[in-house]
């Protein structure tokens, strides 16, 4: 995921491992040999519009509202059909009260109709005070939160590890985000709540607490849900 820290300088660019305070409670309930955050990209604002978010600050949110705005406006210019006029005048509102157009809840058929365009503010965007750039974590998590992300826990042997899967993912698409061999051979997902791995003490205590569920293929996996797949090698 490509996230644009937009107006923002001195920022470290490039892979950033976002830090889950979750994962970190679960590394010390469950031993493993090491430690694995979900992965990102940060890059300069210059490609904001390749990004898939956008972080900035008060004073760069209104650079990314005009640029809307005159996309929108000179659209409308142009005297488009009738349905697309519509859309892009209820865009205009929107931008000219300063609202950005991930906040106007379009209709998923209004979000299909302007991807094309590459709106920056229909980006999920995170606005920050120059404090919270110090550390950066809390903000990427909360802007994964808001783009529709959620994370898996894999833990255990070699590696404590949190998978990014989209909110609404089943068991099965999230075994295809490990491995397609996993996925192809999916008999069953083994799953732990997080809350009840924290209560119980990790793991071990879990499962014989009687914690563990076995879920299908077709089965919503929850924020921080402790995930085994059973597959057929």
């Not at 760069?60 to 697309?84: C, I, K, N, Y």
């Not at 698409?173 to 732990?192: L, M, P, T, Y």
């Not at 209560?199 to 076995?214: F, P, S």
């Amino acid at each position: 995921m490509k996230i644009s820290l937009f107006a923002i300088e001195g920022a470290k660019l490039g892979l950033h491992n976002v830090k889950n305070p979750r994962l970190d409670q679960v590394d010390q309930l469950v031993e493993a040999k090491k430690k694995t955050y979900v992965q990102v990209e940060l890059t300069p604002g210059q490609e904001v519009a390749a990004a898939d978010a956008i972080v900035t600050t008060a004073e760069g949110r209104p650079d990314l509202l005009l640029h809307d705005l005159e996309f929108v406006e000179t659209r409308l210019s142009r005297d488009p059909a009738s349905g697309e006029k519509a859309l892009f005048t209820k865009l205009a509102a929107h931008l000219e009260q300063e609202r950005p157009i991930c906040q106007c809840g379009l209709s998923s058929e209004e979000q299909q109709a302007i991807a094309p365009y590459r709106l920056l503010t229909a980006k999920p965007m995170m606005v920050v005070e120059k404090a919270q750039l110090d550390d950066l974590d809390p903000v990427l998590n909360q802007l994964l939160q808001v783009s529709g992300y959620i994370s898996f826990l894999t833990v255990g042997g070699k590696e404590n590890r949190a998978w990014l899967i989209k909110q609404g993912s089943t068991a099965w698409e999230a075994a295809g985000v490990i491995h397609s061999d996993i996925q192809k051979g999916f008999i069953r997902a083994e799953i732990i709540g997080f809350e009840d791995l924290v209560q119980t003490g990790g793991e071990t205590h879990a499962k014989r607490a009687g914690k563990m569920r076995l879920e299908t293929k077709e089965y919503r996996m929850r924020d921080c849900d402790i995930t085994n797949f059973r597959f057929n090698k």
